[in-house]
């Protein structure tokens, strides 16, 4: 049997070129790579080069009975239609979620058949309790690896303070600016390269101008490499995300392993108003991320000035983790196991 990975061209099909090399199975994998319109930079030679089983999506793909197709997000009609296509003639297809894909579809009036169609999904323990009519079987555990060398690479820390991940409205950047300003003398960095609309744009400059913050933040509105982004969130004290749903998980790890202080939402509202444990909280713990704190917790500004004054020690890693090669090896023998082939 085999696995193909279809995943679009961005640097999140290096971290699974990665992850997949270090597997005594990588022979089981492909990797097939679609293009993803808002990414201002391809990455399909880089990932070429680290693992060469890797190639463009196109026509004439024959995937075996005993084959599984593996979906690393899905956000295009084009992408939708292809994975459709692929189930109606009985293949077995996992959806690997990203967190973006998962609250993008699921409230969409029509897609329930089609998500619940998949054979698995790969999530987060807990990420489909806010959509109770997906009733496909969960997988849990962790497909991709995460650079462990970074955190034996330390830069000189400077007075920045990293906001969420994106331009998406659900980083809730005013709410991340109000809590920034508490910060006296720190810059302000807000990446903002993709899934930003204009007005929203003119929300985030119109609170900060509010907050007195205009010459103290960056607004990034080009997706940085791979490595220019991973050193910004080395030389960070903070990284503040608000989200109230599972996200941000991959700029979360790199910055955790940088020795970046990270604070986030643990607990977040499902949309009847009731109160849960975000999922990508526990995605994160999984990964032996042990000190993230809660973002909330910066809304006392004693809090915030404690935090200033007595910095903690380095940020800890459990030595077993979810993305360790035999707990990533486990979970594609679950994957195997979910849609009955060997």
């Known amino acids: 049997?085999?696995?193909?990975?279809?995943?679009?061209?961005?640097?999140?099909?290096?971290?699974?070129?990665?992850?997949?090399?270090?597997?005594?199975?990588?022979?089981?994998?492909?990797?097939?790579?679609?293009?993803?319109?808002?990414?201002?930079?391809?990455?399909?030679?880089?990932?070429?080069?680290?693992?060469?089983?890797?190639?463009?999506?196109?026509?004439?793909?024959?995937?075996?009975?005993?084959?599984?197709?593996?979906?690393?997000?899905?956000?295009?009609?084009?992408?939708?239609?292809?994975?459709?296509?692929?189930?109606?003639?009985?293949?077995?297809?996992?959806?690997?979620?990203?967190?973006?894909?998962?609250?993008?579809?699921?409230?969409?009036?029509?897609?329930?058949?089609?998500?619940?169609?998949?054979?698995?999904?790969?999530?987060?323990?807990?990420?489909?309790?806010?959509?109770?009519?997906?009733?496909?079987?969960?997988?849990?555990?962790?497909?991709?690896?995460?650079?462990?060398?970074?955190?034996?690479?330390?830069?000189?820390?400077?007075?920045?303070?990293?906001?969420?991940?994106?331009?998406?409205?659900?980083?809730?950047h005013e709410y991340l600016l109000e809590l920034a300003a508490k910060f006296d003398g720190y810059r302000i960095h807000i990446p903002f390269a993709y899934n930003v609309t204009p007005e929203y744009r003119t929300a985030v400059l119109s609170k900060s101008k509010e907050l007195n913050l205009g010459d103290r933040i960056t607004l990034q509105e080009k997706i940085l490499p791979l490595e220019e982004y991973s050193n910004l969130l080395g030389k960070a004290e903070f990284l503040l995300a608000a989200h109230n749903r599972q996200q941000a998980v991959g700029s979360i790890s790199i910055a955790y392993q940088r020795n970046c202080r990270v604070y986030m939402t643990k607990e977040i509202r499902t949309k009847s108003g009731l109160?849960?444990?975000?999922?990508?909280?526990?995605?994160?713990?999984?990964?032996?991320?042990?000190?993230?704190?809660d973002v909330f917790d910066l809304e006392s500004d004693a809090n915030v000035q404690s935090i200033i004054t007595h910095p903690p020690p380095s940020n800890r890693l459990s030595e077993v983790s979810a993305t360790s090669v035999e707990n990533r090896l486990a979970t594609y023998e679950r994957v195997k196991r979910v849609c009955g082939v060997k």
């Open 1 to 172: 049997m085999k696995f193909w990975h279809i995943i679009p061209d961005s640097n999140h099909v290096v971290s699974l070129a990665k992850s997949l090399m270090d597997l005594d199975t990588q022979n089981d994998h492909e990797i097939l790579i679609y293009g993803l319109r808002g990414h201002q930079k391809s990455y399909v030679e880089e990932t070429k080069a680290l693992f060469p089983k890797t190639r463009d999506l196109g026509g004439n793909l024959t995937f075996g009975a005993n084959d599984v197709v593996v979906a690393h997000g899905i956000f295009t009609d084009t992408i939708i239609s292809f994975l459709n296509d692929v189930i109606q003639k009985g293949i077995k297809v996992a959806w690997c979620v990203w967190g973006g894909d998962l609250h993008m579809l699921a409230p969409v009036r029509g897609v329930t058949d089609f998500l619940n169609a998949f054979s698995c999904v790969i999530c987060a323990p807990g990420e489909l309790q806010l959509y109770p009519e997906l009733t496909l079987p969960e997988v849990h555990g962790c497909p991709y690896a995460f650079d462990k060398d970074l955190g034996d690479r330390p830069l000189e820390k400077e007075k920045l303070i990293i906001l969420g991940n994106s331009g998406d409205p659900s980083n809730r």
């Open 275 to 293: 109160t849960m444990v975000n999922p990508g909280y526990l995605q994160l713990l999984s990964y032996g991320y042990v000190d993230i704190q």
